[in-house]
């Protein structure tokens, strides 16, 4: 049974805790926050990676008291280009989080500067526009595929301090079927919820976050939150109130239809694309899908019937297509790169006016 986000059945199975909002509750007028950077950093160390992520009390941290860092002013112009993340948030990162976190977010492991992107180039630079939190998908880096949108609105008004990702998994590898080792797994929705909680603190701004192919089952667990299916670690509670706006792109929400059969990585039961004999599928995407409305305060999905990964229907269901949508957008000849491309102007206009027009 579908339920909103405050039924969500996993927040039944473990005890309240203060979660993100005591993490973004403001400093009070003179109060200093500077004793809160080591109890900061000492949870996360312990959390981040390691289950009960952001999901500390106000005995660990107080939140938006931390955001008094984050007084800006517009400073200078950062293309997703060069290097990965900025020397401010990598040294934000690392004063925060540590240099365990701040390495796996920045992912210099990977070739070609593509491991990431984000950050200001001062700290009292000020933000436009809410933070942009791209999620890629299978055989991808941050800066690959989800490159083309980011300089769309780059060139379009946004800065290079309000356009942010991290590669979870490896990208391609120079293997043409490494897309079929992919799955959701927990490690890669800890990673992505990381980076939102991350931007959220170091802009003092609510987010948005466009995913594309299984990105965006990945970025709505991370949003969501719960439960992890294959490891039973806890996330925390819904990160949906620091969410404005979440895009969809071609995303298999609800499974494909070449993954009846259990037989490859990316098509298993638990973490997979399964979708199995109706009403089955995998247990990763039953968890995702029994909750509506939660992504974020404005939510679309954006796909095509041409696109032969995901322009079908499963079990009755656009598998584009997400519960509690604000609205969806589907078009009738792009394929599942084209879709992507052939809308960024679309993408920025719902960041922008939450609409179409």
Not at 171 to 191: E, F, H, I, T
Request: proline share 4%; charged share 20%; aromatic share 8%.
């Amino acid at each position: 049974m579908r339920t909103d986000v405050k039924g969500h059945r996993d927040a039944a199975q473990h005890p309240r805790q203060d979660g993100p909002t005591q993490m973004f509750r403001s400093t009070q007028k003179g109060e200093s926050s500077s004793w809160l950077v080591p109890n900061f950093r000492r949870s996360i160390n312990r959390r981040l990676f390691n289950g009960d992520a952001f999901s500390t009390g106000p005995s660990k941290m107080s939140s938006r008291r931390f955001l008094a860092y984050a007084l800006l002013f517009i400073v200078h112009l950062i293309t997703p280009s060069g290097a990965e993340f900025t020397a401010d948030f990598n040294d934000w990162l690392t004063q925060n989080f540590g240099s365990d976190v701040q390495k796996t977010l920045e992912r210099k492991d990977i070739p070609g500067n593509a491991g990431s992107m984000g950050g200001k180039t001062t700290r009292d630079e000020q933000l436009v526009n809410n933070p942009v939190i791209f999620v890629h998908g299978v055989s991808d880096y941050a800066r690959g595929r989800l490159g083309h949108v980011a300089r769309h609105l780059l060139g379009r008004g946004h800065k290079g301090s309000e356009i942010y990702g991290t590669t979870y998994a490896d990208g391609p590898q120079g293997d043409a079927l490494r897309w079929a080792q992919y799955s959701m797994k927990c490690a890669y929705v800890k990673q992505v919820r990381a980076l939102i909680v991350a931007v959220r603190l170091y802009t003092g701004r609510a987010v948005d976050v466009i995913g594309y192919s299984l990105g965006v089952v990945v970025s709505r667990k991370a949003i969501l939150g719960g439960v992890c299916v294959d490891t039973g670690e806890y996330l925390g509670q819904p990160l949906t109130r620091y969410v404005d706006t979440y895009i969809g792109v071609a995303g298999p929400n609800h499974g494909v239809p070449g993954c009846v059969l259990p037989v490859l990585p990316v098509c298993n039961q638990i973490t997979g694309l399964y979708a199995g004999t109706c009403p089955n599928s995998s247990k990763y995407l039953q968890d995702i899908n029994a909750v509506a409305g939660y992504e974020g305060q404005n939510r679309y999905t954006i796909f095509s019937k041409s696109d032969i990964t995901v322009g079908y229907k499963v079990c009755g269901v656009e598998t584009g297509s997400i519960a509690g949508q604000t609205r969806q957008f589907v078009f009738e000849r792009q394929n599942h790169d084209q879709i992507l491309s052939d809308t960024a102007e679309l993408q920025r206009k719902l960041l922008t006016n939450h609409s179409d027009q």
